[in-house]
């Protein structure tokens, strides 16, 4: 848990910095895409590779140690730059944009997801949609005042979820001392894919006053 840190960027700063991370790891993005649905092969694809392990060895010329985690900022703003759902710079996230109702009262999203994300034959992998629903509910109890860890996240797969434009949403269905229960579902064009329900602890490490000095500005 040593992630949540404190870092003290400017409104300018962090601004500086999505512009330049952003963009760059959406081009990693259409890079996978790309690397899927190429039809080039033999000597195109070896120059391809020397010319990727190139980029990626100038990248880890300067590197952090580990994952990225989540960073915050003097007004409580959190960067979960690193997530796998929403993260600015993880190329494996879609990523999500998550907005919220002004009363925290649900959450949703627009989003894409393409080749990279495929389970059966044109449509999104079972493991993904539960990716996206585990953040979402998880979003929605953070919404609400609510935040906490997933623990148990139960998925209901209604129909095939088609690659390509999807929406999510998720809510808070009901709350009990340290425990969130949140509801959400997964659209597609054609309706209801997916619903998912899940119950959302706020730790002990996180809620405890004699762990008041470690807890991390990601619980308050
Ligand atoms: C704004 C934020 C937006 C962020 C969105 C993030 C979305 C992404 C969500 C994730 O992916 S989180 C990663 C996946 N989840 C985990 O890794 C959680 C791993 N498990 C834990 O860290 C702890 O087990 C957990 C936080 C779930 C509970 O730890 P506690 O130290 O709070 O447990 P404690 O023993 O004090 O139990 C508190 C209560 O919860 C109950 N409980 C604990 N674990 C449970 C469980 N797994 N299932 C059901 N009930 C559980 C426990 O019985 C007890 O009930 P009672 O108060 O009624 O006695």
């Known amino acids: 848990m040593s992630r949540f840190a404190p ?4 409104p300018e700063q962090i601004e500086e910095q999505s512009a330049v991370y952003g963009p760059f790891t959406q081009a990693v993005r259409d890079l996978v895409d790309a690397a899927i649905r190429t039809e080039l092969g033999g000597d195109d694809i070896r120059a391809a590779q020397a010319a990727v392990e190139a980029v990626t060895a100038r990248l880890r010329e300067r590197e952090i140690e580990g994952a990225l985690g989540v960073t915050f900022s003097e ?4 960067r979960p730059w690193g997530n796998a759902v929403i993260g600015l710079r993880n190329a494996v996230a879609p990523p999500l944009v998550v907005e ?13 997801l393409g080749a990279a994300y495929e ?3 044109g449509c999104v992998h079972g493991g ?7 953040q979402m509910l998880g979003q929605a109890a953070g919404a609400g005042g609510r935040p906490g860890m997933t623990a148990t996240l139960q998925v209901h797969y209604r129909k ?9 949403e998720a809510w808070i269905e009901r709350t009990e001392g340290h425990k969130t229960w949140a509801r959400g579902e997964l659209t597609g064009p054609e309706g209801l894919c997916v619903e998912a329900e899940g119950l959302f602890i706020l730790p002990r490490w996180a809620r405890e006053p004699a762990d008041a000095e470690t807890r991390p500005g990601f619980f308050e």
């Open 7 to 10: 870092e003290h960027l400017t």
């Open 160 to 168: 095939p979820t088609p690659l390509g434009p999807l929406r999510a």
């Open 75 to 78: 007004d409580g703003v959190g």
């Open 100 to 112: 919220k109702a002004e009363d925290g009262s649900r959450v949703w999203s627009q989003f894409h």
């Open 119 to 121: 389970g059966p034959p």
């Open 128 to 134: 993904v949609a539960s990716l996206v629903l585990d």
